[in-house]
């Protein structure tokens, strides 16, 4: 069974803050990615990632950072977070060919006060 | 650039009744396209997926068949029933990317009444 790991499960930070958001993945998949949900706008993709060391701007980038040190682990940064910022972000992995599955994580709630 | 359009918000329905949720997209390569599907405090996951070579893919009772020409992937069940109730998510990894980037739609609220 696909295992995506986030951690924190929910988190709570104030407005100016740094936020790290992480993830893991025990699959060996080679890509990773970071979605947020939000209502009306369903699963946005901020970065993804192909391999150790690599990171991607997705669809919405501005104001996320990520790091992708080992195959496993791959993090969300907001540097200086914002109520804007609040949301529900999702964590996920999958291999690279084109019709493999990708397996999610079970999210993480985000309030920036 | 790449998009995957879902019109329908939320779709109401009574069990045993038909479903049909529209998805169309946008990119400039042959894409591999998904349904995923979203329970309350869960993660998605995979419903079924279709690639431009087999044209239809099908999963526990749904349906989604992949038309180049409208560039459309609906998703359709004969007879839903409650627990068929969340969101689904249609979605799309592209060529440009390498297959690398998988790009979801808005999503579709489902709620079935018994």
């Known amino acids: 069974e696909a295992a995506v790991t986030q951690s924190p499960r929910n988190k709570v930070a104030v407005t100016g803050g740094k936020v790290t958001l992480s993830c893991n993945q025990t699959n060996n998949h080679n890509n990773m990615y970071w979605y947020r949900q939000d209502t009306g706008h369903g699963l946005r993709l901020i970065h993804y990632s192909y391999g150790a060391g690599s990171t991607e701007k997705g669809d919405i980038p501005d104001g996320y950072k990520a790091s992708r040190p080992s195959q496993e682990n791959f993090s969300l940064i907001l540097e200086l977070a914002t109520p804007s910022q609040t949301s529900v972000y999702f964590c996920a992995s999958g291999d690279a060919q084109a019709n493999t599955e990708v397996f999610f994580g079970k999210g993480t709630r985000l309030t920036v006060v | 650039g790449d998009s995957v359009i879902q019109m329908q918000g939320q779709v109401t329905l009574s069990e045993n009744d038909f479903l049909f949720i529209n998805c169309t997209y946008s990119?400039?390569?042959?894409?591999?396209l998904f349904w995923y599907v979203q329970y309350s405090g869960e993660g998605p996951q995979l419903l079924l997926q279709?690639?431009?070579?087999?044209n239809k893919g099908s999963s526990r009772g749904f349906e989604a068949t992949y038309d180049k020409g409208t560039t459309s992937f609906h998703l359709q069940k004969t007879s839903v029933q409650e627990i068929d109730s969340a969101v689904y998510y249609c979605a799309m990894r592209d060529y440009d990317s390498g297959y690398n980037k998988l790009t979801f739609g808005k999503g579709t609220v489902l709620l079935v009444s018994p």
């Open positions: 990119t400039t390569g042959y894409p591999t």
């Open positions: 279709v690639t431009t070579a087999n």
